[in-house]
């Protein structure tokens, strides 16, 4: 994959790395599901053999990864193969309509329920203690917003993650645009 070899130019800079892969629906990067209509998916296998792990510049480093509930099996998985240790679900999002109001399933139907939230897991390079200080120990973990693009995660993640960890070297993986005080890689990123 071109992406990986561009990817791997970023090796050993970053104290904080925010990703939200591709992720295959059923298990394979395939179009069948609805991510599948709006870009490409990757499989677990490539999701799994990028080097996240190299990015990182220290000992000490922070990787804040989206998935869907149902399919947050995937998430641990690549967050064992890629060295890191699962910490907790940094955040919570609550997908809301545009009166602010919590949306009800909608869409194909669920097999139990309609998940309308998705999450943003922590991982880090230890299993103990805090990457680095915590600088706002107040910080919320639910984060209701409406919905954008297909997959589009509520821009103030990035600045609650600044807000807990500080003006760090950071990059947005699988960006779909630049952000200021971010580095960004991704196919959407111009």
Known sequence: MSQMIALSEHAAGYDLIYADPPWPMYGSATKDGAAGKHYDLMSI??????????????????LFLWCTCPRADLAFRAIASWGL?????????????????????????????????????????RPRGRPFPLLDCAMGQVVLHGRG??????????????????????IELFARARVSGWDAWGMETS
């Not at 999701?47 to 190299?54: L, N, S, T």
């Not at 589009?152 to 993640?157: H, T």
């Open 45 to 62: 296998d490539e999701i799994c053999d990028m080097p996240i792990r190299a990015l990182f510049r220290g000992r000490e480093g922070a």
């Open 85 to 125: 240790h699962y910490r907790g679900v940094a955040f919570v999002w609550v997908k809301t309509n545009k009166s602010g109001a919590i949306i009800n399933g909608q869409g194909v139907p669920p097999t139990c329920t309609k998940p309308t939230t998705e999450l943003c897991l922590l991982a880090t390079l």
């Open 149 to 170: 693009r297909h997959s589009e995660k509520p821009p103030v993640i990035r600045d609650k993650i600044v807000s807990l960890y500080g003006d760090r070297p950071r």
